[in-house]
């Protein structure tokens, strides 16, 4: 069959997604379905590949799945403990007396908080983790969604505590002799510090940019106004947290490798960027605040409905201290650092006995397996279940944390998509 024929064939699942969710605005789960049968009718008749094959591939994908499913939900239980114990309230606060301004907290809890995640859990955790946050905080879903994503760009090469690194680059030097000899005379470990030092550079001489970038976006499609100009009124402190964190970041890398670049940059960056907020440096003299929902669209805030934010927000009504409120997710950090770096801990989470192995899927040599000890879905819910005691909940709301989690999380993976209009 001819070449460009073939390359066009292989492009046609991307394809059908584009045309699905960009052209025609029908929902993900179509898309997605719709290309993954294009996919299987191309890999059984142009590629030739045994219906085996296909359905090892599949099963290994629906594992793949609920393994993200299953770090969604912990996300979700985590923010649904903090908001039925009323640990919000505290958290909101605390914001709005260091700053009312969503440029200012999309940048230190995206940008700051979200990369010391990506480097201690990366796979997306971020996302999960500081997304709902923002949610909670008054934030559009959408806003939440697109400023986390945005940040996942500089920390992600670090991500995992240097997984991308360590496990691409010796895996790739492993793949023949020719390949490791072309790096002598340095070691494969020496290669591997030395990439780190030089992607660190070239992250950092253009990642200091992106909280400003950010913000900008943010300010352009969910603000009153639509304007970039709004979000670039606070380049001097974007610039100065973007600096906070690849600067720590860079050195990190030069001196000690791959494996906490992003973990460090974030971790020094909420320490000199925090106190900084709260001293009034750099900060913008104006304030910016979402449109309310009425004057906006409604498809930015999802399912969610006006008030009920407040509701929950109230909880249970007892007074907890700043600290602990934040303390499930110091605790999430704590751990997900913790079970990376500590060798005997990590050793015992990943071994043989703790995963979920399934080997040679229908004949086809395809295996699929499961760490769900060591994934960040587990650390959530347990991050969740200290929280429970350390808010003092009844039983009551934190079923209802559970109850409200299975729910989102069920419409995430299998309900229906609402409509954007």
């Known amino acids: 069959m001819n070449e460009s024929l073939l390359a066009l064939l292989a492009v046609t699942p991307i394809a059908v997604v584009f045309l699905l969710l960009m052209v025609m605005r029908r929902s993900a ?26 359905a090892g591939a599949t099963a290994n994908g629906i594992v793949t799945a609920l393994t993200l499913l299953f770090i969604i939900f912990g996300a979700i239980l985590l923010l649904q403990t903090v908001e039925e114990s009323g640990a919000i309230r505290t958290i909101r606060r605390g914001f709005s007396d260091l700053t009312p301004d969503r440029r200012i907290q999309a940048i230190i809890i995206a940008w700051m908080f979200g990369s ?16 709902p ?20 760009s500089v920390p992600v090469s670090f ?23 072309s790096v002598a005379p340095l070691s494969t470990a020496e290669y591997v510090i030395h990439v780190a030092a030089n992607v660190a550079v070239i992250h950092a001489v253009v990642g200091f940019v992106i909280p ?3 913000v900008g976006m943010m300010t352009r499609f969910f603000g009153a106004n639509r304007s970039f100009a709004d979000g670039f009124r606070v380049w001097k402190f ?3 947290a973007g600096i906070a964190f690849t600067v720590p970041y860079t050195i990190v890398a030069q001196l000690l490798g791959p494996e906490f670049p992003s973990v460090v940059g974030g971790l020094v960056g909420l320490l000199i960027v925090v106190p900084a907020a709260r001293a009034g440096f750099l900060m913008p003299k104006d304030r910016f605040d979402f449109p309310a929902r009425e004057a906006a669209n409604d498809h930015w805030f999802g399912s969610m409905t006006p008030g009920e934010a407040e509701a929950k927000d109230a909880g249970e009504a007892r007074p907890i201290s700043l600290l602990t409120a934040w303390s499930p997710y110091i605790i999430v950090a704590a751990l997900l650092i913790a079970t990376r ?12 006995n703790a995963t979920i192995a399934f080997n040679d899927l229908f004949g086809s040599g395809i295996d699929a397996s499961s760490q769900l000890l060591h994934a960040p879905g587990t650390i959530l819910i347990l991050s969740s279940l ?5 808010y003092r909940m009844s039983s009551r709301a934190y079923a209802r944390a559970w109850s409200r989690s299975a729910g989102t999380m069920m419409g995430a993976a299998a309900g229906p998509t609402p409509s954007p209009t």
Do not use: H, N
């Open 29 to 54: 789960k179509l898309a997605m379905l719709m290309a993954y049968l294009a996919t299987l009718a191309l890999a059984l008749t142009v590629w030739g590949q045994s219906f085996s094959v296909v």
């Open 116 to 131: 010391m995640i990506e480097g201690a859990s990366g796979f997306g955790t971020p996302a999960a983790v500081a997304a």
């Open 133 to 152: 946050l923002l949610v909670a905080l008054g934030f559009p879903a959408m806003a939440a969604v697109l400023v986390t994503l945005i940040i996942q």
């Open 159 to 181: 991500g995992a505590v240097g997984t991308p690194m360590l496990v691409g680059i010796k895996m790739g030097l492993g793949s023949s002799p020719e390949v490791a000899t």
């Open 212 to 214: 400003l970038m950010m």
């Open 238 to 240: 974007a610039l100065f």
């Open 341 to 352: 770096t500590i060798a005997p801990l990590k050793a015992a989470l990943t071994s043989p």
């Open 386 to 390: 200290i929280a429970f005691g350390l």
